[in-house]
């Protein structure tokens, strides 16, 4: 757990995150989005972007499960 932490760290994946949600949420309120529709489409992000990793975690491993068993 604490390695998956620190590889997100040094590739980015919290600065680029942070990045993302900050700039929605400047742009959710420069629209005049309600602060519960703001917190609604953020948690919809966020959601998005971990069901996201799951399903690019699990297409490597089966990738690599399909090599070894090619090899």
């Known amino acids: 757990m ?3 932490l ?10 680029i995150g942070a990045f993302v949600i900050g700039v929605l949420s400047d742009g959710l ?7 519960f529709w703001q917190m609604v489409i953020k948690g919809s992000v966020i959601i998005a ?13 089966k990738m ?6 090619a090899a």
Do not use: E, H, T
């Not at 620190?6 to 600065?15: D, E």
């Not at 309120?29 to 602060?35: I, P």
């Open 2 to 4: 604490r390695l998956q």
């Open 6 to 15: 620190i590889n997100a760290f040094v590739n980015g994946a919290f600065v």
């Open 29 to 35: 309120v420069m629209l005049g989005v309600s602060s």
């Open 49 to 61: 972007a971990v069901v996201l990793d799951q399903l690019q975690g699990q297409m490597q491993r």
């Open 64 to 69: 690599a499960l399909q090599a070894q068993i």
